[in-house]
């Protein structure tokens, strides 16, 4: 079966994984978040090194993201009950709320393109989906290099922001409350 990768500006297909969030084991489907805005954080394996400062990092950020009516989720090729041992043995992983998903068959991170066939590993990779379920980013690296859950948030809000402002464009960098263009009537400059 050929499965067939996400695009920009394209509904994602629906998948079901197990998760450990909560201090329990649960079905997870991308549906049951229909409404939301989502972050999916891949990530290669648990108790490594890299990733636990990632995951640890957007802990922190996980009640601003949820303010914003978004939640994350982080994804690896580990069982739920190997994300429950790292959970219950790291102090950096025991500050994670939101749900860790297990995907140990690699069929959601071949679906978002993360999957290394050679290692039965995921890349580091972070998407953000709106509420109607339509990918608006992505972001896809080599394994040595540790993500921003900060600038994942500036994302969101950006994301967020054009999405209720027809029209408008973010420029770099851009933070609520600077100012945005409109392609066609600004054409340098700032409105």
């Given at each position: 079966?050929?499965?067939?990768?996400?695009?920009?500006?394209q509904p994602v297909a629906d998948f079901e994984l197990e998760a450990y969030v909560s201090d329990e084991f649960k079905k997870i489907k991308l549906s049951d978040y229909k409404g939301t805005w989502v972050a999916l954080i891949f990530y290669p394996a648990d108790?490594?090194?890299v990733c636990p400062t990632e995951l640890e990092e957007a802990a922190k950020y996980h009640e601003e993201f949820r303010g914003l009516g978004a939640e994350i989720m982080s994804v690896s090729t580990d069982t739920a009950f190997v994300h429950k041992a790292w959970h219950d043995n790291s102090p950096a992983?025991?500050?994670?709320?939101?749900?860790?998903?297990?995907?140990?068959?690699?069929?959601?991170?071949?679906q978002f393109g993360t999957y290394i066939e050679a290692e039965g590993l995921s890349l580091r990779g972070t998407f953000l989906i709106d509420?109607?379920?339509?990918?608006?980013t992505i972001e896809i690296h080599d394994n040595s290099i540790g993500r921003s859950a900060r600038e994942l948030l500036r994302k969101l809000k950006a994301a967020q922001f054009v999405a209720t402002h027809s029209g408008n464009v973010c420029p770099a960098s851009w933070e609520p409350g600077e100012d945005?263009?409109?392609?066609?009537?600004?054409?340098?400059?700032?409105?």
């Open positions: 079966m050929e499965i067939k990768t996400v695009s920009i500006g108790f490594t090194f992983i025991g500050t994670v709320k939101y749900p860790m998903l297990a995907d140990p068959i690699g069929a959601v991170c071949r509420p109607e379920g339509v990918l608006k945005t263009l409109k392609p066609g009537i600004d054409l340098v400059g700032k409105i």
